[in-house]
């Protein structure tokens, strides 16, 4: 069961990080290479406790679908998107944002379960983990970029 944690330090505040990190459409913004966007459930704005929403996307070159619903919400420090529907066997993905020293610190912890039993497994290790990982730094960088500047108005206002 692998889990990846990220963090980045964020010069903006907290409540601000925390609604981009939720917003469908920052999310979609910042997966375009993925050709990822909202088809079903929430489809543009925030979305909230209880909501969901199904990504369309290509990953590995194959079509996918993925629905996931936000099941723990504690604005503006934590809140958790859990799959409902996918490729992934399950997963809990928890973002974390904490104030420290005047700066934000956002945490990502993605725990999954890959399908296939030993097959999967062995996809984890060798392509898996390593593409998730890079999926969220670069997608966290994008948003240090767009929250430290004024271009988060774009997405929040």
């Known amino acids: 069961m692998p889990v990846i944690k990220t963090s980045f330090e964020i010069d903006a505040p907290i409540e601000?990080?925390?609604?981009?990190?939720?917003?469908?459409?920052?999310?979609?913004?910042?997966?375009?290479?993925?050709?990822?966007?909202?088809?079903?459930?929430?489809?543009?704005?925030?979305?909230?406790?209880?909501?969901?929403?199904?990504w369309r996307a290509r990953h590995f070159g194959i079509s996918q679908h993925l629905t996931a619903r936000i099941s723990v919400f504690e604005r503006p420090y934590r809140f958790r998107d859990t799959m409902e529907k996918?490729?992934?066997?399950?997963?809990?993905?928890?973002?974390?944002?904490?104030?420290?020293?005047?700066?934000?610190?956002?945490?990502?912890?993605?725990?999954?379960?890959?399908?296939?039993?030993?097959?999967?497994?062995?996809?984890?290790?060798?392509i898996l983990e390593k593409y998730m990982t890079k999926f969220f730094i670069d997608r966290n960088t994008l948003m240090k970029e767009i929250l430290e500047s004024d271009q988060w108005r774009d997405f929040l206002e």
């Open 86 to 126: 996918g490729a992934f066997k399950r997963f809990d993905h928890d973002h974390i944002f904490e104030r420290k020293n005047g700066k934000t610190i956002m945490h990502d912890v993605f725990d999954y379960d890959s399908p296939l039993a030993f097959l999967g497994k062995i996809f984890d290790k060798l």
């Open 16 to 54: 601000r990080a925390f609604d981009l990190s939720r917003s469908i459409d920052f999310h979609a913004h910042s997966q375009f290479n993925h050709e990822e966007k909202a088809v079903d459930g929430v489809k543009e704005g925030l979305i909230e406790l209880g909501e969901t929403v199904t």
